[in-house]
């Protein structure tokens, strides 16, 4: 239940505070004077779209700001903790601001949240009517949404099961369409593929080979370089044993030091270990000079081989402009290529498989979408009944609703079924769509008839309506009011009306007014006590607050309401 709205900087009212009660509120107020304002920020506090031209001229922004009366352990309250926000003395705050530059922030129990959580939260909260919601009532989608509503429970477990095999529909029929319009692309890259394949599967590359043959044919190219210098180091580190007489070599030169040394060694260990170092030197000297014999003798000009290599190399040159920077990438290219055409080549047993889930899938979605068609013709049938006897307590006791269920053929998320609202509003006449067979009072009526039996099939706390009484007059208007006040003794009830017969039957009323320069201020919404009822009643009735027939006729009505009460 909404206790308390605050508006600021909205409309013509500059500042305003609604204290609201359980039951039946009712606001009135001079043409003008911004009692639509009052449901266009309980629009704006729930989610509500936002308006910058709406905002006050001068005012930066507008700020509505509602305390709500919600249940401790209800799902509202879940939300709000789990958006991070708190009640305040078991009060839930709501504030919706919208900037002059278009601009809007909403905040819920104290903490920022965006407006989407407004809008879900809403649905539990109140159902706000204004006069474009009627006009949004002609929609077909609408149509459908309110008597879903109506079906409740009932439709619960078969939409689930028509939503599971829709969206699997919807997926198994776009991987055939991709699978068939295709085929080509995939064909041709299948045989891409396949050719790449056969190219590396004929060179046969291992893995690193490019690496060792590129070291190979650097070394077969420069053979001779490189066992002429292996040569003459051996020479320089050993000397040469097919000279004619010993030349000074490294080897030689070590050991003259260390024997120059080991003479005197035992006079001092510090030129005895210097002695040693030279040993170990000899050692290594000679053991390099060696393997520098080996090497030379290994190394060898063979143009037959370097011809292979270089020609094995030109294939895997060929193999990694194609595929891969290095062998290891062409050899990690065929891998991924090989998954893949394996993928592309069972694509005709994929597409067998895909046609018959898809044949399954549409008969089951037929049946499905049949079940929804069952529930909401028997949801559709009380409907009508409830809706026409509506309107029968309503003033229109000839009138008849009737709700069509036809299936399309054409299956869509909420399934096949095109509902339509239809109303005769007199014996003989035949029923047709609402934006054909109604008038504005009489499509206020039925929006209002349209509430009060979801009132009692999907109950909402708080119901607020704008002009519903639009275009009616007289004893429909005496109807229209006692409705609302029985509508209110389950719910809360807010009205904004011009008529005197509905305002009579409020449990608070409320009057707008405007100051001097033209503003609605905190001051200038008050609730009224039964004298200023009376007056406010007059002037509706007559337009003279002191005309003794309109103070007559007022507190007639007050009495006739109270006695309804």
Not at 8 to 21: K, R
Not at 367 to 372: H, T
């Amino acid at each position: 239940m909404v206790d308390e709205v605050r508006i600021q900087g909205l409309g013509v009212i500059d500042e305003a505070v609604l204290d609201l009660s359980p039951g039946f509120n009712v606001v009135t107020g001079e043409t003008g004077a911004g009692k639509t304002m009052v449901v266009t920020s309980l629009g704006l506090l729930f989610g509500g779209r936002a308006d910058p031209q709406r905002v006050r001229p001068g005012a930066g922004k507008a700020t509505i700001e509602g305390r709500l009366v919600v249940d401790a352990g209800g799902r509202v309250v879940e939300r709000v903790e789990e958006a991070g926000g708190e009640l305040d003395d078991g009060m839930l705050i709501v504030t919706r601001s919208v900037s002059a530059e278009g601009r809007s922030r909403a905040f819920l129990g104290g903490r920022s949240v965006p407006v989407s959580l407004l809008i879900n939260l809403a649905d539990d909260l109140v159902a706000v009517h204004g006069q474009s919601d009627q006009q949004r009532l002609l929609q077909a989608g609408r149509q459908r949404g309110a008597l879903d509503r109506y079906a409740g429970g009932a439709l619960t477990k078969p939409m689930r099961a028509y939503t599971r095999a829709y969206q699997r529909h919807r997926q198994v029929t776009a991987l055939l369409e991709e699978l068939t319009t295709r085929s080509r692309e995939r064909s041709q890259e299948a045989e891409l593929l396949r050719f790449g394949l056969e190219e590396i599967e004929k060179v046969d590359p291992k893995p690193g080979e490019d690496a060792e043959l590129a070291a190979e044919e650097e070394r077969l190219g420069h053979a001779d370089a490189l066992r002429g210098a292996a040569d003459a180091a051996h020479e320089a580190l050993l000397g040469d044993p097919a000279a004619a007489f010993e030349a000074a070599n490294v080897v030689s030169l070590l050991g003259t030091a260390r024997n120059a040394l080991d003479a005197v060694r035992d006079h001092d260990p510090e030129l005895a270990g210097l002695a040693d170092r030279l040993a170990e030197a000899g050692y290594l000297v000679s053991d390099v000079g060696t393997d520098l014999a080996s090497y030379a003798e290994s190394v060898d000009a063979d143009p037959a081989r370097l011809a292979a290599v270089q020609e094995r190399r030109a294939e895997l040159t060929a193999l990694t402009r194609k595929h891969g920077e290095t062998i290891d990438g062409v050899l990690e290219w065929a891998r991924r290529s090989a998954a893949r055409l394996t993928e592309l080549e069972g694509d005709d047993g994929r597409i067998e498989e895909l046609t018959a889930e898809h044949a399954e899938l549409t008969e089951r979605l037929a049946a499905e979408a049949a079940e929804l068609s069952a529930v909401r013709a028997r949801a559709a049938e009380r409907f009508s009944a409830a809706v026409t006897a509506e309107l029968t307590a309503l003033a229109m006791p000839h009138a008849r609703v009737e709700v069509t269920v036809a299936q399309t053929g054409e299956y869509g998320p909420h399934g096949a079924d095109e509902v339509e609202v239809r109303l005769a509003p007199h014996p003989g006449a035949p029923p047709l769509p609402l934006h054909k067979g109604a008038s504005g009072g009489e499509l206020s009526r039925v929006m209002l008839a349209i509430e009060v039996v979801f009132a009692g099939a999907d109950p909402v706390p708080t119901f607020v309506f704008d002009e519903v009484d639009a275009g009616v007059g007289g004893k429909a208007a005496v109807e229209i009011g006692r409705r609302l006040a029985r509508l209110a003794r389950n719910a809360q009830v807010i009205v904004v009306t011009h008529l005197p017969q509905v305002a009579a039957f409020a449990d608070q009323h409320l009057l707008v007014e405007k100051s001097d320069d033209g503003t609605v201020t905190r001051s200038g919404v008050t609730a009224l006590d039964r004298e200023g009822r009376v007056r406010e009643l007059s002037r509706m009735l007559a337009g003279l607050e002191d005309s003794e027939l309109g103070r007559a006729h007022a507190e007639e009505l007050l009495e006739l309401a109270a006695e309804e009460r």
